[in-house]
């Protein structure tokens, strides 16, 4: 094997290796956004999604308009810690296209009050939701979500 060849196949190598790990560490990143969702309440879970996400981070999804920051972000999660201490949120599937991931996720719990206005003496929910997380330098800069809550309240009213 020629000298060329060699520096050839070692980069080709190093590449390979650096990229494989890089996916993995950035898959690794967006999976904390649900391992956070499933354990709203726990320090461990915040501390490790404020590491995933960048300090500006956004969730955009709030049908007014409006964007929530992380800090207003993760006081929405206490809530819903306190509201469904059973909240489950598992990725189904996930897809990758550089920097942006596609998840889709199953979201199910039982409120233990009225949720969004509704008692649902004792039911569950189980929901489809699908997110686009945007990376930048390996944390998560931005997440647009969408979440089937109308099922969910059709669920917890018994229709």
Sequence with gaps: MSLKNLIASVTLATVTTFATGALADDKSTVTTFYDLLSNPGTQKQITAFQAATTEDWVSMGDYTGANKSREAFLGQMGGFAQLIPDLNWAIQDI????????????????PVAPFFGVDGQGRSFDIMTIDIHELEDGKIARTYHVEDWSTALQQLAGK
């Excluded at 897809?95 to 039982?110: E, K, L």
């Design 95 to 110: 897809h990758q296209d550089g920097n942006t991931f596609v998840v889709r996720s199953r979201a199910t719990g039982t």
